[in-house]
């Protein structure tokens, strides 16, 4: 594992705190399964760190049901796939900081190539960099580790629990790096592990090359069979029937980035954030 410390000075180590509660039964895979929020999520998503513009968020982006759903709890290690600001690390990093890990995987920037996006992650890194260092009672124990997104490690083999990614499926597709970042997942998950997968969804399957943001759910689920994973389960926790996937500028158009006429506003405050598929994957 290439880890770097982040910490007041640096990175960190996670570990994780609270959510216990009785595990979940997840219904047949294609099933809307039905979520039983666990308490040290909903303690962790009702934390007084977080950002106000991120809680304004959790309407669409259901963060206590979501990680339930995925079987995140304290104890765990906990991959996160690149986090960007750290939406998800601020209820993350607090909830697996006294029992667990929490790691915040990010791409190294020493493997994009000048021009093809390099400085872009070079400033994520910066910025999760300091976001954390400026609260370190929340993030001090939390781990950053880089990859090179052509060839993924994301830490030793069957050393994670849980990996989770939010949103990320598409850029992959476009850069044809979806293949070996699903295997990645599949190598650092210890058997029985889960894969959580939240993605914009498409009305249905797009080409490789589609720039609208969106993926269809039975792409995502191809991709991850096709590494290893069995789909454990769906649940629509993050359904949104508003969006008619249909937008001028993608799913670019839409809440929070708002790529939009400004005349649009209003439409487009109407529709909210995209429908997103929700599916947990694990490996046998």
Request: net charge positive; proline share 6%.
């Amino acid at each position: 594992m290439k880890a770097r410390s982040l910490s007041c000075a640096c990175l960190f180590t996670v570990s994780t705190l609270l959510l216990a509660a009785p595990a979940m039964a997840i219904k047949p895979a294609g099933a809307n399964a039905q979520v039983a929020i666990t308490p040290a999520v909903q303690a962790a998503v009702d934390g007084k760190g977080r950002d106000a513009a991120n809680v304004k968020r959790d309407a669409y982006r259901h963060p206590a049901q979501t990680l339930s759903f995925f079987g995140v709890e304290p104890g765990k290690t906990v991959v996160e796939i690149t986090p960007g600001g750290g939406w998800y690390s601020e209820i993350l990093a607090p909830l697996l900081r006294d029992k667990g890990t929490y790691v915040a995987a990010v791409v190294d920037p020493k493997a994009v190539a000048e021009g093809k996006g390099r400085d872009y992650q070079q400033r994520q890194i910066d910025g999760l960099q300091k976001k954390f260092a400026a609260t370190p009672g929340m993030y001090d124990k939390a781990t950053v580790v880089q990859f090179d997104p052509n060839a993924p490690t994301f830490g030793a083999d069957n050393s994670a629990d849980v990996v989770l990614t939010f949103r990320n499926v598409h850029n992959w597709r476009t850069a044809n790096q979806a293949e070996g970042m699903f295997k990645g997942f599949y190598k650092v998950l210890k058997p029985g592990g889960v894969l959580g997968v939240v993605e914009h969804r498409a009305k249905t399957d797009v080409p490789a090359d589609d720039k609208s943001g969106y993926v269809g759910q039975a792409q995502v689920i191809a991709m991850a069979e096709a590494a290893g994973f069995k789909l454990a389960g769906s649940s629509e926790i993050n359904t949104n029937p508003r969006d008619t996937k249909d937008h001028p500028n993608g799913v670019w158009t839409l809440p929070p980035v708002n790529n939009h006429d400004a005349a649009d506003d209003a439409k487009y405050k109407a529709i909210g954030e995209s429908d997103r598929m929700t599916l947990r994957f694990v490996k046998s």
